[in-house]
């Protein structure tokens, strides 16, 4: 499988695009960086109107895995999830998951 920078070298996706995801209703939102990295990341919670920011601990994420990880157990409190980063992350623009992609 292609990583996040093999994707941006073959312009299949490009920096500054947004990817997400949701969980229980909460839709997590990030930025592809430059160097296949993920950041920027945010939370627009089930309840509330506006998104907040969250992970300003962590410049920035090397993978899916490590960034779907992070906000579903450092956010969610969630440690026993089967959740497939790949079949559940969907790049914005294009509207189709990263595994599609």
């Not at 430059?34 to 939370?43: A, K, L, N, W």
């Not at 895995?65 to 026993?80: G, P, R």
């Amino acid at each position: 499988m292609a990583t996040l920078l093999d994707m941006i070298n073959h312009k299949i996706v490009n920096v500054g695009d947004t990817i997400t995801f949701t969980f229980k209703g909460n839709k997590f939102s990030a930025k592809l960086l430059r160097g296949g990295m993920i950041g920027g990341c945010t939370i627009k919670r089930v309840h509330d109107a506006e998104p907040e920011v969250i992970l300003k601990q962590t410049a920035a994420f090397s993978s899916l895995t490590a960034w779907t990880e992070a906000c579903l157990q450092d956010i969610m409190d969630e440690y026993y999830t089967r959740y497939s980063s790949w079949k559940r992350v969907i790049h914005h623009e294009s509207k189709r998951s990263m595994g599609d992609l």
